[in-house]
């Protein structure tokens, strides 16, 4: 058993340092949300099991920590997007594979110099950072919120989420990764879209397609992984598996739906989420998509409410500048779903939840109402 040492540090040269450290020392460590309240920051410590907390001014001792096997590397929290964040548990030997996988997939005849812009305590930021620890990746440390200096000063990949994508300029990457919400319709010629998630090691599945050494599989309409960059198990459970088509019980049921035709997947989204209307399922993100492209709304979300009549009804809120009328969210559901994606019931507010990496905070939606 190994201690867990939870880094306290501004997205920056010095976190990297001391990942590097960590690293070097094959010491586990986890690494903590500065935007946090001193409240949920004990909260997150607590679900990390930390036995310690580093930051500029050395390291602090904790009393209630927990030490994690000496295979695990990383111990991380999910997003929280579809309820309570979990502490999940990455061995060493996921985290290289993850880095050497996307470095393979993405790298031209040079090694990618990447811009690190994402929070690093959720697996898309960090996974950047480990991408020049535990590979041959270098980082181009400059101004967060000016990505296209970035660029400018030499930087080629960058990995953001939709808000960004729509802020910054990116036309001098090489490579744009996309992950977190759904992408919009349009996307630039170097952007990527990657689908995956904490317990994945970060992004699996590229524009569609599994990365090397990655499987996808349906089992029962779930998206089920066999990878290389998986988690061992979580703090307090070990990791769910089920029976895949080839017999192995080895894989991992994400809790998202999709199809998989030939080598492409496509991603529905959550199972928990799905809208029963009248006997018919309907994906919220499937929706979410299409009335985004309506002209005014500036963004949206769809859940299901409880409903006598339908079992569920379906109910859109939307972000507007005043423009969007009920009749055009209706009409273009209609058109571009059917019948039974009509939202029953429409909403204009102010702002929808969402997670710093864009994901919808779907139980927070009814707080809305």
Not at 159 to 179: C, E, K, P
Not at 269 to 297: Q, S, Y
Request: aromatic share 6%.
């Amino acid at each position: 058993m190994t201690s867990l040492l939870a880094l306290d540090y501004e997205l920056g040269p010095d976190l990297e340092r001391a990942i590097r450290e960590a690293v070097d020392a094959s010491l586990a460590f986890c690494v903590l949300d500065r935007r946090t309240s001193p409240r949920r920051r004990l909260e997150e410590l607590e679900r990390l099991g930390a036995t310690a907390v580093r930051d500029v001014d050395g390291r602090t001792e904790l009393a209630n920590g927990t030490p994690v096997d000496d295979e695990i590397g990383l111990v991380m929290l999910t997003s929280g997007s579809s309820g309570e964040p979990k502490a999940v548990e990455l061995s060493w030997s996921a985290l290289r594979a993850s880095a050497k996988i996307t470095q393979s997939t993405l790298r031209g005849e040079t090694p990618p110099v990447w811009a690190p812009c994402l929070p690093a305590c959720h697996i898309g930021g960090l996974a950047v950072i480990l991408r020049a620890v535990l590979s041959d990746a270098t980082l181009h440390w400059g101004d967060g919120e000016d990505l296209a200096a970035a660029a400018n000063h030499g930087a080629t990949h960058v990995s953001v989420v939709r808000t960004q994508l729509a802020r910054h300029d990116l036309s001098g990457y090489h490579a744009v990764l996309l992950g977190g919400a759904r992408p919009p319709t349009a996307l630039p010629v170097n952007v990527i879209t990657t689908w995956g998630m904490t317990e994945t090691g970060s992004g699996v599945v590229y524009d569609g397609l599994a990365l090397p050494g990655v499987d996808v599989a349906i089992v029962d309409g779930e998206i089920c992984v066999r990878s290389p960059t998986l988690f061992r198990s979580y703090r307090d459970s070990p990791r769910p598996h089920v029976t895949g088509p080839d017999g192995r019980d080895d894989w991992f049921p994400t809790g998202d739906a999709g199809e998989v035709h030939g080598q492409r997947v496509s991603v529905k989204g959550r199972l928990g989420f799905v809208v029963n209307t009248g006997g018919e399922k309907l994906w919220p993100e499937e929706l979410e998509f299409v009335l985004a492209t309506i002209d005014g709304v500036r963004d949206v979300a769809v859940t299901g409410l409880e409903d006598s009549e339908w079992g569920q009804r379906v109910v859109a809120l939307i972000v507007s500048d005043g423009s969007v009328s009920e009749d055009t969210v209706r009409s273009v559901a209609e058109e571009r779903i059917g019948p039974w994606a009509k939202p029953k019931e429409i909403r204009f507010v102010a702002a929808i939840p969402r997670t710093i990496n864009g994901k919808i905070r779907r139980d927070d939606l009814a707080n809305l109402f």
